[in-house]
């Protein structure tokens, strides 16, 4: 359930729509009338008590071309209960690719209250996600991908059991590759079926007009609408941005070896950061090491015991990256680690095992079409060349090139690797520290983009418009799309955010030096902010 934290309840200047009978009333006035694809249902998973939701699904077809079969496309609308609602709603385009909507976003903490304070908000889960049919079977557990933790079988601390052990990553794939192929045609799970999709929503929902708001590989979701269906787009907020052009693939490691040099940086230049911590870069490259010499074995919350391998905590530590507040941590977390305090890898190791947000086969999919055809071994070999050596198998992808060969689905044609054009005024942010989507990819999107701005929120790192200061620019840019874009604001957390090009003193990153620990329920937020599965290290 949505508390008013996650969802924003409506101010006492703005009381929330309600019936007699203390439920939220549908606007009635507001809502147009459904296309004949839109099927009204009962919800799927229980709506947030706040606000008025109608659910359905939305009927459409496999290609755009009218081939490849029936697809029934999940679908909430939920109203806003301000006074003075926007006519276009937002309609949020998550990331993954291959991460559903409703099931998340109804029921977690990424904060819409910024979007529904004037606007009504349409989810809806992505082809092959969530609620969404068809949904490719993968009959493989996520964690056997996701994760590289062996658990013994009778917990005693022996050799671990063969029958609770790991299948290697290429057997995961090729079993998982083998149900989703009789389960659904994988060729129509890729962007440009999923822009259309987009598109087939607000039709059948019966909206002219509208505006896009994607994060992660919702941008890249949001630049293939802006590029094939620009008709009806008012606005488009694209956060933590892929542009098309990128070889996000090759780049992948040199991304984050960036983000994991600035932070150690920043914690550098901070006095009580760098005399709590040290060198945090060569304290994090030694704790690698040494957990791949010997990989020591430590209890799980289940009272089990498990081998924690150095690909573990390069994945915890890059996890770390994506969310201000787990940046602040990860300097404790190192220095735990380097004391030999496991403590707190157990405790985050346990919840790796849970299973991914992120549909395994629908991420493969869309990758297998519109990412490694347009990459290769030799660009990524390339692109490492700018990480030192002794960091170069800690942030190489492992196996996306083996995997879409197991995979086998047709490439995207090259247009799907060319910049988007667009005159649609369009919000670019991205933040500072941001470990897989840089400024520079911002930048690079809002080149093409006339009527773009882009803005680097100091401090931040991926998915920089769920915090305050990105939140208040986001409202800002949806009241009025062509008002020049106020820099300068500040959260209220632990860390400075405000916009790069301010005329204020150079923003500071505030690292925690209280050594509390973190908790699984802050690397399960900080993965809510995954652009893809996070086992792409080694």
Same mark, same amino acid.
């Given at each position: 359930?949505?508390?008013?934290?996650?969802?924003?309840?409506?101010?006492?200047?703005?009381?929330?729509?309600?019936?007699?009978?203390?439920?939220?009333?549908?606007? %009635?006035?507001?809502?147009?009338?459904?296309?004949?694809?839109?099927?009204?249902?009962?919800?799927?998973?229980?709506?947030?008590?706040?606000?008025?939701?109608?659910?359905?699904?939305?009927? %459409?077809?496999?290609?755009?071309?009218?081939?490849?079969?029936?697809?029934?496309?999940?679908?909430?609308?939920?109203?806003?209960?301000?006074?003075?609602?926007?006519?276009?709603?937002?309609?949020?385009?998550?990331?993954?690719?291959?991460?559903?909507?409703?099931?998340?976003?109804?029921?977690?903490?990424?904060?819409?209250?910024?979007?529904?304070?004037?606007?009504?908000?349409?989810?809806?889960?992505?082809?092959?996600?969530?609620?969404?049919?068809?949904?490719?079977?993968?009959?493989?557990?996520?964690?056997? #991908?996701?994760?590289?933790?062996?658990?013994?079988?009778?917990?005693?601390?022996? #050799?671990?059991?063969?029958?609770?052990?790991?299948?290697?990553?290429?057997?995961?794939?090729?079993?998982?590759?083998?149900?989703?192929?009789?389960?659904?045609?994988?060729?129509?799970? !890729?962007?440009?079926?999923?822009?259309?999709?987009?598109?087939?929503?607000?039709?059948?929902?019966?909206?002219?007009?509208?505006?896009?708001?994607?994060?992660?590989?919702?941008?890249?979701?949001?630049?293939?609408?802006?590029?094939?269906?620009?008709?009806?787009?008012?606005?488009? #907020?694209?956060?933590?941005?892929?542009?098309?052009?990128?070889?996000?693939?090759?780049?992948?490691?040199?991304?984050?070896?960036?983000?994991?040099?600035?932070?150690?940086?920043?914690?550098?230049?901070?006095?009580?950061?760098?005399?709590?911590?040290?060198?945090?870069?060569?304290?994090?490259?030694?704790?690698?090491?040494?957990?791949?010499?010997?990989?020591?074995?430590?209890?799980?919350?289940?009272?089990?015991?498990?081998?924690?391998?150095?690909?573990?905590?390069?994945?915890?530590?890059?996890?770390?990256?994506?969310?201000?507040?787990?940046?602040?941590?990860?300097?404790?977390?190192?220095?735990?680690?380097?004391?030999?305090?496991?403590?707190?890898?157990?405790?985050?190791?346990?919840?790796?095992?849970?299973?991914?947000?992120?549909?395994?086969? +629908?991420?493969?999919?869309?990758?297998?079409?519109?990412?490694?055809?347009?990459?290769?071994?030799?660009?990524?070999?390339?692109?490492?060349?700018?990480?030192?050596?002794?960091?170069?198998?800690?942030?190489?992808?492992?196996?996306?090139?083996?995997?879409?060969?197991?995979?086998?689905?047709?490439?995207?044609?090259?247009?799907?690797?060319?910049?988007?054009?667009?005159?649609?005024?369009?919000? #670019?942010?991205?933040?500072?520290?941001?470990?897989? %989507?840089?400024?520079?990819?911002?930048?690079?999107?809002?080149?093409?983009?006339?009527?773009?701005?882009?803005?680097?929120?100091?401090?931040?790192?991926?998915?920089?418009?769920?915090?305050?200061?990105?939140?208040? +620019?986001?409202?800002?840019?949806?009241?009025?799309?062509?008002?020049? +874009?106020?820099?300068?604001?500040?959260?209220?957390?632990?860390?400075?955010?405000?916009?790069?090009?301010?005329?204020?003193?150079?923003?500071?990153?505030?690292?925690?030096?209280?050594?509390?620990?973190?908790?699984?329920?802050?690397?399960?937020?900080?993965?809510?902010?995954?652009?893809?599965?996070?086992?792409?290290? !080694?």
């Amino acid at each position: 359930m949505l508390s008013c934290a996650s969802l924003g309840c409506s101010s006492s200047d703005h009381p929330p729509l309600l019936d007699p009978n203390g439920a939220p009333a549908r606007p %009635t006035a507001r809502i147009p009338e459904r296309g004949a694809a839109f099927h009204p249902m009962e919800c799927w998973v229980t709506p947030p008590a706040e606000y008025a939701v109608d659910c359905g699904t939305v009927t %459409t077809t496999g290609h755009s071309d009218g081939t490849g079969g029936t697809v029934e496309l999940a679908v909430a609308v939920v109203y806003s209960s301000g006074e003075h609602v926007a006519r276009e709603p937002v309609v949020f385009l998550d990331g993954g690719p291959g991460a559903g909507s409703l099931q998340g976003l109804l029921t977690d903490s990424i904060p819409f209250s910024t979007v529904l304070a004037d606007h009504d908000l349409v989810l809806f889960d992505q082809r092959g996600t969530g609620f969404s049919k068809p949904k490719p079977d993968c009959n493989v557990d996520s964690s056997i #991908v996701m994760s590289a933790v062996g658990t013994d079988g009778d917990g005693d601390g022996g #050799v671990p059991d063969a029958t609770t052990t790991h299948a290697t990553l290429p057997s995961a794939v090729e079993m998982c590759h083998t149900s989703a192929a009789a389960s659904a045609d994988l060729s129509i799970f !890729r962007s440009v079926e999923n822009a259309a999709d987009a598109v087939a929503v607000e039709h059948a929902l019966g909206y002219t007009s509208w505006n896009l708001y994607g994060i992660s590989y919702g941008t890249r979701y949001a630049l293939t609408v802006l590029r094939d269906h620009p008709q009806g787009v008012k606005t488009a #907020v694209i956060d933590s941005v892929v542009p098309l052009q990128v070889d996000l693939i090759a780049e992948q490691g040199a991304n984050v070896y960036s983000a994991l040099h600035l932070i150690a940086g920043a914690c550098a230049t901070q006095s009580s950061c760098a005399e709590t911590y040290g060198d945090l870069e060569a304290k994090e490259l030694a704790v690698l090491e040494r957990f791949d010499a010997a990989p020591p074995r430590v209890m799980l919350s289940n009272g089990k015991t498990a081998v924690v391998s150095a690909a573990v905590v390069a994945n915890l530590l890059v996890t770390f990256m994506y969310s201000p507040p787990t940046i602040s941590l990860l300097p404790e977390l190192v220095e735990e680690l380097t004391s030999g305090d496991y403590s707190a890898l157990a405790a985050l190791a346990s919840a790796e095992g849970a299973s991914s947000p992120i549909d395994l086969a +629908t991420y493969l999919s869309v990758t297998c079409a519109d990412e490694t055809p347009f990459s290769s071994p030799a660009a990524l070999t390339a692109a490492l060349a700018r990480v030192p050596e002794s960091w170069r198998k800690w942030v190489s992808p492992s196996t996306p090139f083996d995997n879409c060969r197991i995979w086998n689905v047709p490439a995207s044609p090259a247009k799907e690797n060319e910049a988007v054009s667009s005159a649609i005024p369009t919000l #670019v942010t991205s933040g500072q520290f941001d470990p897989v %989507t840089p400024p520079s990819y911002g930048a690079l999107a809002a080149s093409t983009l006339k009527n773009s701005r882009n803005v680097v929120f100091a401090g931040e790192a991926h998915g920089s418009t769920i915090d305050a200061c990105g939140s208040e +620019t986001l409202h800002a840019f949806l009241a009025s799309p062509t008002a020049p +874009t106020r820099a300068g604001c500040q959260s209220l957390s632990s860390l400075s955010f405000q916009s790069l090009g301010a005329a204020t003193p150079e923003p500071t990153l505030y690292f925690d030096t209280s050594g509390r620990r973190p908790s699984a329920e802050l690397i399960r937020s900080a993965k809510r902010r995954f652009p893809f599965p996070v086992p792409l290290l !080694r």
